[in-house]
């Protein structure tokens, strides 16, 4: 009993960070876009148009929930959440501090890998439900990519456990060392590639290519279940770039106790940029690129990495 | 890199098609179709089998209206026609007219249209590599290329008052001279505009995802172009030197000093880099037009009713997509018996059906962008 109302509180608190790094996140990238672009972005919704998400937020609340008359209408309303569900279970294991984690478990390393990548299910049903070619083509682009990437992904992160000895990420926060950073460096290029690859988002952004495919797996949906789709990816470039800057770049390993959250959120904030100003800077690739890069390139490179860390432990 | 489709037996439903066929309608509302095009695919997995452009959507029978306006109430028309490059449509005509009705044009005038056409050929290309920069999502670089577009249509409208249906050109001249100032504002765009081109080049062309997308994609070879009366941009990617400027120097550009840029592969990314390379050079003969420019009068003593004799004429210039032709047939009343527009917009879109099969349905949205269609032309 006490353990499902644990679980209410940690849902309520983990919707709750998401939406709050969504609305921070939504109003960041339009930022740093438009200073990519040439132009201002919001500017007019408080100061620095800080509440323009709000106000978006608002108007999406209050928007017509329209399912097409064509689409599977239980499978149409309920992919959003199988979408964002596993990415709100994923922030769990995120070590935030040395020593505290939400949930301290012994496999939380796999279980960061292997539950996020529960999505691509709500992904497939998204674009089969709407009965659309569109996104149809986006689902299965999205199912093939997102299962391609979790390969070099998981390989780029199984250096770090190598190094720690140990699956539990608050071991790793423990063991971590700044000489892991030069060591791991293929491995986070991999792991930044990879994630931003598994969230869909440019220049990976092939489920739902706007050019090619309208909106993709989400074309026919409005108000509030496209806003899920759209927490949901800012919800997983969070934990990803929190999960990222924890066990590569060490953010709570830095400063004992408490404080080191505040140096793995600026950490992440600094990934979520990077992830923002490639999304701005690069074209899209094609399908069979998207698949080449995953296993001609990202794979190999993560096992090179994995073999450099075999190769190192021994001396250590 | 070309992917293949395998013949092999197709398992087909009651109706004849293919089962393990998918067929996408895009368009003729869609992010990517540059106006009102509707492009039925085939696809086979992501690879396209076959793509029937279907066009009509935008057609307004401006050819028709025509026959029941005055000579010089037709020059608004022909605005509609290429809305991206009204300039050109606009002078087309009045070349035609002009020739029908045996109109001299002043000096200046040919000036001003050199320089007007040219720029809107930079403003044009912007618009092309731009948006073909959006399908392959590259959105930065779209509105970089937008920007210098803005420049050019500020500095149209205020030449002319209009941001994209200048009606410019009449027949016999250009409809105002220079306003105060404008030279020196023309020049400072001018002298930047290879920096600004130069970064384009490095921001897109130079990316790697960019060479990928459009390298080997819709490979025209040069017979195919010239077979299927393919012009502009569009054949000069496949090598066809062929540039109505050069091969048919009309009006006073043979006193410019310029090149046409030419393409080796034919693929996209040749089509769209030889669009870049002519911006340049479009610069460097505005420039030179502005030095050789006397002061003068700009427009011919033209009737407001301009009958002709009876008889027929046709011109043609090199616009931004191709060579765009007029033909005018006069019955020597003071409205046209008939008009047909040559529009090589129409010519380089039927290309899509041979160019998109064997491609994914990423490809033919670049392809279709690397053809660059304005439906205002197309359709007419």
Redesign the interface.
């Known amino acids: 009993m006490s353990g499902l109302l644990l679980g209410m509180v940690y849902g309520l608190a983990a919707g709750l960070l998401i939406a709050l790094a969504a609305l921070f996140g939504v109003w960041w990238e339009r930022k740093v876009?438009a200073r990519?672009?040439?132009?201002y972005g919001p500017q007019e919704q408080g100061p620095y148009g800080l509440l323009q998400t709000l106000a978006d937020t608002l108007k999406l609340l209050l928007k017509e929930d329209i399912t097409p008359t064509r689409a599977q209408v239980g499978l149409f309303r309920v992919a959003p959440l199988i979408v964002f569900t596993p990415i709100a279970m994923s922030l769990a294991v995120v070590p935030f501090a040395a020593g505290w984690a939400p949930l301290d478990i012994e496999v939380g390393m796999l279980y960061f890998l292997a539950v996020p990548s529960l999505s691509v299910i709500g992904v497939l049903v998204a674009g089969w439900a709407s009965r659309n070619?569109?996104a149809?083509?986006g689902g299965l682009?999205g199912a093939a990519q997102m299962v391609s990437y979790e390969v070099p992904r998981t390989l780029a992160v199984l250096s770090v456990v190598l190094l720690a000895g140990s699956l539990r990420p608050l071991d790793v926060i423990a063991a971590w060392r700044p000489w892991w950073v030069p060591l791991n460096l293929i491995g986070f290029v991999v792991y930044l590639i990879a994630s931003i690859a598994e969230l869909n988002r440019?220049?990976f952004?092939?489920p739902e290519?706007?050019?090619?495919?309208?909106a993709g797996y989400f074309a026919d949906y409005s108000g509030i279940r496209w806003a899920i789709f759209m927490m949901a990816e800012y919800g997983g470039m969070l934990a990803s770039s929190l999960f990222g800057a924890a066990v590569f770049l060490g953010g709570p390993a830095l400063i004992a106790g408490p404080a080191g959250v505040v140096v793995l959120v600026l950490e992440a904030i600094a990934i979520t940029t990077l992830m923002m100003w490639v999304k701005?800077?690069?074209?899209?690739?094609?399908?069979?690129?998207l698949m080449g890069t995953a296993w001609k390139v990202l794979t190999p490179l993560a096992l090179v990495q994995l073999v450099l860390v075999g190769v190192v432990l021994p001396w250590l | 890199?070309t992917?293949t489709v395998e013949s092999r037996q197709r398992v087909t439903d009651a109706r004849g098609s293919a089962i393990d066929e998918?067929?996408?309608?895009v368009g003729p509302s869609?992010?990517?179709t540059h106006g009102v095009c509707r492009v039925i695919a085939h696809?086979e997995g992501?690879i396209v089998t076959k793509a029937d452009p279907v066009i009509g959507y935008l057609h307004r029978g401006i050819e028709k209206m025509a026959e029941n306006r005055t000579y010089l109430q037709v020059v608004p028309l022909t605005d509609r026609l290429d809305y991206v490059g009204s300039m050109y449509a606009n002078w087309a005509y009045c070349r035609s007219v002009e020739r029908l009705a045996g109109i001299t044009v002043p000096e200046r005038a040919e000036y001003l249209r050199v320089i007007t056409c040219e720029l809107q050929r930079i403003a044009s290309h912007m618009m092309a590599i731009g948006s073909s920069?959006?399908?392959?999502?590259?959105?930065?670089?779209f509105?970089?290329a937008f920007?210098v577009r803005e420049r050019i249509i500020e500095m149209f409208e205020e030449l002319c008052g209009s941001r994209l249906t200048y009606n410019y050109v009449r027949p016999g001249g250009v409809s105002f001279d220079l306003p105060e100032g404008w030279v020196d504002l023309c020049r400072t765009f001018c002298e930047g505009l290879t920096d600004k081109l130069a970064e384009m080049d490095r921001?897109?062309f130079g990316?790697v995802?960019?060479r990928?997308?459009m390298k080997g994609v819709g490979v025209l070879s040069a017979e195919d172009a010239v077979g299927w009366g393919a012009s502009g941009p569009v054949a000069r990617g496949s090598g066809v030197d062929w540039d109505l400027r050069k091969d048919d120097a009309y009006s006073v550009y043979p006193r410019f000093d310029f090149e046409v840029p030419l393409g080796d592969a034919g693929d996209c990314y040749d089509r769209a880099r030889v669009r870049l390379f002519e911006s340049y050079e479009s610069g460097t003969i505005v420039m030179q037009a502005l030095e050789q420019m006397e002061p003068g009068p700009v427009n011919a003593p033209v009737s407001r009713l301009i009958a002709p004799r009876a008889g027929e004429a046709y011109d043609h210039i090199e616009s931004a997509r191709g060579s765009l032709g007029v033909y005018l047939v006069s019955d020597g009343s003071p409205r046209p018996y008939r008009m047909k527009v040559r529009s090589p917009a129409f010519c380089n879109l039927a290309l899509l059906k041979v160019l998109a099969p064997g491609h994914?349905?990423?490809?033919?949205?670049v392809i279709l962008g690397s053809l660059d269609p304005v439906f205002g032309e197309v359709d007419r």
């Open positions: 876009a990519i672009q040439l132009r070619t569109y149809t083509i682009r440019g220049p952004d092939l290519a706007e050019s090619e495919l309208v701005w800077t690069f074209p899209r690739m094609r399908p069979d690129q | 890199m992917l998918l067929v996408v309608n869609h992010p990517s696809l992501e920069a959006a399908d392959t999502g590259a959105s930065t670089m509105l970089y920007e921001l897109f990316n995802i960019t990928g997308r994914t349905l990423s490809d033919l949205v």
